[in-house]
């Protein structure tokens, strides 16, 4: 059984995850970006700080600062960017630039933390990068490029950055803790949005309010805290191999609650990046045996 819950930890941050980009889409319809990210992380915040308070967590003063770049790379960072770009994307597009990160995080682990790394990866960016660019010309019809796929391009490369500051705090404090501090942490700059974000939910529909609270405890809490769990148990760059799934996933999502499908740009491009991915890291993972 301890063997199992790993991987199943793991499953579910991929479901839950992949049902958050539908939704954010849906939601950006109605808020701005940083609206959107108080109104996910709100609740995670407040749940965490009760834990830390309540049970007395405390941490080392010199890992204060890890845990602070931390939130801001893997909370505050991301849910600006990902919610700006993903104002302009569908939700499939998004996902696939988003999770090309797998290849963002072992190239982190080699210059930043001195991993050994094939040139082949060096490939699989360029590839990742021409997929991008085919997926930003998705709401053209002609051939103009969307930024947006540059916002989401910035998160992919944060939240890869963030995989790798959370794993030594991981094995450190256990990954119930190292969430909650990093949730809390990167949701204090949002507090600056907060009279917004409470005067449109008030004001808003109970549907909106539904998909508010799904995205803030199915698509943001659990997934967060098992996601922690998995990037300590199986390393950053292993766990971030199963996140090519995450834009499937949305894309079933998309279709079966908004009956949205992904017109080819989406598609084909997603499928450069998906299918760069996972080759690549199928030869890392066959010359490391």
Not at 268 to 273: E, N, P, S, T
């Amino acid at each position: 059984m301890k063997t199992k819950l790993p991987h199943f930890l793991l499953f579910c941050t991929v479901l839950f995850w992949g049902v958050s980009f539908p939704l954010m889409t849906y939601l950006l319809d109605m808020m701005t970006p940083m609206q959107l990210a108080l109104g996910r992380f709100f609740l995670p915040a407040i749940l965490s700080m009760i834990y830390i308070i309540f049970f007395r967590v405390k941490i080392q003063r010199i890992d204060c600062f890890r845990f602070f770049i931390a939130g801001i790379t893997g909370i505050f960072g991301f849910a600006f960017f990902i919610n700006t770009g993903q104002q302009t994307m569908s939700a499939g597009a998004g996902s696939f630039i988003v999770n090309c990160n797998p290849l963002f995080t072992s190239l982190i682990g080699f210059f930043i933390l001195k991993q050994k790394i094939k040139r082949y990866f060096w490939i699989g960016i360029i590839v990742c990068i021409l997929g991008i660019i085919i997926i930003s010309l998705e709401k053209h019809e002609k051939v103009n490029f969307n930024f947006g796929s540059i916002y989401l391009f910035a998160a992919a490369v944060l939240v890869s950055c963030y995989f790798h500051l959370i794993k030594p705090l991981t094995n450190k404090y256990g990954p119930l803790t190292t969430f909650c501090y990093t949730i809390l942490l990167g949701t204090l700059p949002m507090l600056f949005w907060s009279i917004d974000t409470y005067e449109l939910i008030i004001n808003s529909s109970t549907e909106t309010r539904i998909a508010i609270i799904w995205l803030s405890i199915i698509s943001t809490l659990i997934p967060y805290y098992t996601w922690t769990y998995s990037v300590g148990y199986f390393g950053a760059n292993k766990a971030s191999f199963f996140l090519f799934l995450i834009p499937i996933i949305s894309i079933i999502i998309d279709k079966l609650i908004f009956e949205i499908i992904p017109n080819s740009f989406t598609i084909f491009g997603g499928l450069i990046i998906l299918v760069s991915v996972l080759i690549i890291m199928i030869l890392n993972q066959t010359k490391v045996k």
